[in-house]
């Protein structure tokens, strides 16, 4: 059962603003941004470092063909495994994958048809990504080399390389990327132009990131199993939270509350506050009858107010939904492969799993129930991403392929 420092039901971060500040959410023009990443000068980087993807290197083993294919769409121009794949937000009509073969591919998600091969990495291309406006696709490899092009002109407007790189991410409300490196900076550009600012590390790897719902701070997990919460603006770190779990921080989530932040730590799942800068509580991982565990490898919060939950994934097969109002497990189920990533549907009381038995499911939260299943995939599911009309799933897999799920 959780500690007694489990999260509470209504969390507040009124306390720690100013009257009005809420409605600046999201609203951050050009005159802030200049405020913000108040830098024109790229630091130093050591472009040396050594290539070290040798364990993702190997042929994937392939499945037997599945029972029928769910797709409406298939992609195979890829030529190695499939690490990475975003639907743009807008109008969903674009895709872009990243994958072993060095390449990321923009692409239509109704043809398949290929408009742009991002060429010029070296290395694995392991984290791909649209703009919140969709104006830009970000694609970025293991060795740090990061490329934006724009979407309309489908031309390169800028690039740097930054070491040996961990997560990308784009702001939810700006122009404004950031990326976490082995080395344990974390990096925001302001772009096109590039204006750079760079957050210190303590020498621990920087596992994964997430930018806050109002914009302006950001949490990151570090592999010695803290969580640092950055302000933007300032460019400090403001408060750093030690999980008592060190190592890999394998996912992490933000509430739309602007509170709670949800992490995967060292295989367990952990709920922090950003505001008191302290974990609350760590949730239960084990299962009825079971001694051990689980291996938490993926996190979502619901962004429905109405249904607090939060759902963790295991690489056991085990989904967790978790009731915050009434700090209690809602569900347990479980599923034939690891689960490698979770998505929650915005419109819905549903979230969706990707398996490494290369199947993609989709369970109501209510009941627990798995409602639908879509077969296609030869091998592990890397990585999911879900279209913001709902229409659409899209999949980065193992077997070399991406493939266009349609949601009823």
Known sequence: MPDKDTPPSSPHYGAEMDEGEEEEFFEVNEDELEEILGLNEHPDVDDDDEDDDDAIDSEPVLGPVPEREDASMVFSEH???VFCCHIEPNRGKLAVTGAQDDKAYIWETDSGKVLLECTGHQDSVTAVEF????????????????????????????????????????????????????????????????DCKVFGGSGEKSDC???????????????????????????TVTKSMSTSEDGTISDIAAHHDNNLILAGVNGKAVVASSNQGKVLSTLLTQVPGGTEEQN??????????????????????????????HQSQRHIVH???AITKLVWDVERPSVYTAGTDGIVRH?????????????????????LSRSKDGRYLLTASDDKTSRIFKLN
């Open 79 to 81: 030529s190695g495994s």
């Open 131 to 194: 703009s919140h406006d969709g104006n830009y696709v970000a694609t970025g490899d293991m060795a740090g080399h990061i490329q934006v092009w724009r979407t309309n002109t489908l031309q390169k407007v800028w690039d740097y390389a930054m070491g040996d790189m961990t997560w990308m991410r784009w702001h939810h409300g700006t122009n404004v990327l950031m990326a976490g490196a082995a080395s344990s900076e974390v990096y925001m550009w302001k772009l096109p132009g590039g």
């Open 209 to 235: 990131g997430v930018i806050l719902p109002d914009g302006k701070r950001a949490c990151v997990g570090y592999s010695d199993g803290t969580l640092k919460l950055l302000d933007l603006k300032s460019g």
């Open 296 to 325: 938490v490898e993926a996190v979502a919060f619901s962004s429905d107010t109405a249904m607090p939950l939060a759902a963790y994934g295991t690489l056991e097969g085990y989904l967790f939904i978790w009731d915050l109002a």
């Open 335 to 337: 599923q034939q492969g």
């Open 363 to 383: 369970y109501d939260v209510r009941s627990g129930v798995l409602a639908q299943e879509w077969l296609g995939h030869r091998a592990d599911i890397l990585d």
